[in-house]
């Protein structure tokens, strides 16, 4: 395990890892997060307001592209 930035990177074998994000939670489904980066702080964030786009249902994909992530994900297997 190592710390990166705001994550935790916890690496398994063959290559394979997950991130993990540690975080408080607030109020009004705000939470605090670590960011080690320059010296160290915390930022508060909205994860609503860090969702990935591709999700939305007007992304130029038009909806595949989750699809595609799973299909990718699979060979990859």
């Known amino acids: ?10 690496d398994f074998a063959q290559d394979h890892g997950v991130e993990v994000l540690p975080a ?3 109020t009004k489904g705000r939470y ?16 609503s307001q ?3 786009p591709c999700s939305s ?6 909806g595949v592209t989750r699809e595609l992530v799973r299909m990718a994900k699979r060979w990859q297997s």
Do not use: A
């Open 24 to 26: 408080l939670e607030l």
């Open 57 to 62: 249902p007007t992304w130029p994909t038009q």
């Open 32 to 47: 605090w997060i670590c960011d080690t980066n320059n010296g160290g702080r915390y930022k508060e964030i909205l994860p």
């Open 50 to 52: 860090r969702s990935m």
């Open 1 to 10: 395990m190592r710390g990166d930035g705001q994550v935790v990177v916890v």
